[in-house]
């Protein structure tokens, strides 16, 4: 469990990147921050792992300060995963994944194997086990990005814009390779994204954010969904337009569904029916 | 033009190849001053560089003391010290102003190194948990490489054509086939030596061009074949010292 009390983050320069943020992200589920560009998602994730230091308030891991937790000790035991993948450029794939491990005295040997089983797990062929990351494309350098941050298997793995740079098909495997991998994991994720239909595919629970990270609402998307906080919130998850705003149309008897642009959705059925 | 033939006739005569004051003995006079500089600048300089394009501290000072050092006139210079430390200590004084010219290409090279290292990288091997010592060692440097051997390029071409010099101090050196003909009008001396320190110069700066090519990680090179972007311009605004500065010096 991580938990947020009464966080403040004021910037040498005068910024309030965060004013009074408090949140308790459960464990093994997926937490995701979703708002637009600058209202302090990726200042709120860096701050689990110290990359930031917040000037007010308290953040607790498991119920322990993490200002009381020396920095390098900490970020070997989370995760990280950022937009342009962070890969050494000069290391191997393996030998990026293998990072971390070798760091905390990992035995070589035992790194490898680990990292060839984390290239299926992530699904990238072994054989790319030995190419450069410029040898990648941004989708399989992202795969790379998720290996090497589950190498250490952390408890607690956080994803800045992960899926931000790839080309929309590829976003959308990634996205499913996610879900999978966090079934079959249970890895206590935090997903920072600007992309609201992200957020409700991957989220367990979804944290709408505004300037200076105040939370318009949290919950899952289904709440979310069913009863927007604001205005601000029904604008931003577009509740009254496109895809989202479905209406029903009788047509010879049949109840079809319509979405804002009166595009044809769906057929309604009763619950349990076929 | 016979000149020229007489500086040819000059280095091809076997006597001028053997004993005291032979031409084997000033070429390796001439590498033994290049390289001890070279290897006091670099002391200095590479610690130095590393330590401002790690931490950012110190930047300004350094651009600045590294524009105005390259305006220095090595002439003027090298007699300065050897007036200020005293004709015994002239060895000294050379070294000096030898490491001195030297270092402001090497230190630029290493922190430009530094520098021009996508920083998202950096942050990426912060935020795995690499200590600012592994940061260093691990990302900084070897990817640093290819530009801290450019400016080792550059600095090593300064060097062997100020080590001239060092003939008007001492029996040493090409300069002093250079200084001598001068003073008893040997042109064919004077010549043959300045075209043996163009070719000297040339083998050292192809040595260094290899060396900073195999310098390059073999990542980053994988990478530049994919991308032509890659940053060549970088490259060149961190040596400033060109070859055509070499010439300029050989002419003193
Ligand atoms: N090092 C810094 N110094 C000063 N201000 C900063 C710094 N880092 C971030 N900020 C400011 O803090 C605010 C929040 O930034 P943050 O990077 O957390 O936003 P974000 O929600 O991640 O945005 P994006 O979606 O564009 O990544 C912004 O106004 C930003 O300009
Ligand atoms: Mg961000």
Redesign the pocket.
Known sequence: MIEFRSIEKL???G?R?VDDFSLVIPSHKTTVFV?S????????LRMINRMVDATGGELLIDDENVASIEPVRLRRRIGYVMQNSGLLPHRTVIDNITTVPRLTGVPTKDARARALELMDTVGLDRAMAERYPAQLSGGQQQRVGVARGLAIDPNILLMD?PFGAVDPIVRAELQQELLRLQRELGKTVVF?T?DIDEAFLLGDQVVILEKGARIAQKGTPEEILANPASDFVASFIGADRGKRALSIRDVDGERVVVDGDGNLAGRLTEPGAA | MNLFADAFAWILNPGNWEGRNSIPQFIGEHLWYTVLAMILASAIAIPLGWYIGHTGRGRDIAVAATGAARALPSFGLLFLFVMIGGVANRDSSVMIVLALLAIPPILAGAYAGFEAIDRRVIDAARSMGMTERQIVARVEIPLGLPLLWGGLRNAVLQVVATVVLVGFVRNATLGYPIVQGIQINRFDQMLGASVLIIVLALLLDAIFALLERYATPAGVRAGRNRDHRTSSTRRRAAGGATPASTEKEMSV
């Open positions: 910037f040498p320069d910024t990147a708002g560009s600058g209202c302090g998602k990726t200042t709120l814009e920072v600007h």
